[in-house]
């Protein structure tokens, strides 16, 4: 997390395509998003940890193995997850996206005899403007598991890049969560 990581991000940069039926996505190499994607209908189909391990590792199989992104942040719960990525060729995101959902989806089905079922809706992303933008999100997702209830302390959930960064350097990390607070900060993204 250098402060070398991240530029200005101007839209005239990239590329913005929108969709008949989709949210509209500007695609920019080597720009930093942040990604949500939610289930259909809001079911929880990750309610084991079995099944959240499933998604990690589809999430870091499809980005960082097989696409040569980066996962900065990362969390998954019941029935969303968000990510903090920094792209390597922006315009292969809908197709990680559709590998993830789709490889995912067909392994829990298989477990739970419930083939061809859907489980993914559709997923958001915005691409970072300013380092204070990445801070806030950075640590928007880490505080997410205390957010929704799920654990009282950020390290104890296990489906969660904070335990990493706190384990590396748990002061630098105090210092990253109140210089840039997620609910304090206005962010204008583009």
């Known amino acids: ?9 101007d839209k005239r940069m990239g590329k913005y395509k929108t969709y008949l039926h989709k949210p509209p996505h500007l695609f920019i190499d080597k720009a930093y998003y942040i990604i949500t994607s939610h289930c259909v ?4 189909p990750f309610y084991n940890n079995e099944y959240k391990k499933i998604v990690c590792e589809t999430l870091f199989c499809a980005f960082e193995e097989l696409h040569n992104w980066d996962i900065v942040a990362y969390v998954v719960f019941n029935n969303h997850y968000h990510i903090l990525v920094k ?11 559709a590998s993830t959902h789709k490889f995912s989806s067909r392994k829990i089905n298989k477990i739970e005899g419930k ?4 489980i993914w809706y559709e997923y958001w992303d915005t691409v970072i403007t300013s380092l204070s933008s990445f801070y806030a999100r950075f ?18 959930y296990l489906f969660c890049s904070y335990r990493k960064y706190a384990e590396i ?18 962010i204008r993204e583009i």
């Open 41 to 44: 209908e809001n079911i929880r």
């Open 169 to 186: 350097d748990r002061k630098k990390l105090d210092q990253i969560q109140k210089k840039y607070p997620f609910d304090k900060l206005k």
């Open 139 to 156: 640590n928007y997702i880490h505080y997410n598991p205390v957010k929704h209830g799920y654990v009282k302390k950020m390290e104890d």
């Open 87 to 97: 792209a390597d060729k922006s315009e292969e995101l809908p197709d990680i996206i």
């Open 1 to 9: 997390m250098d402060k070398d990581i991240l530029y200005r991000v």
């Open 115 to 118: 083939v061809g079922r859907q």
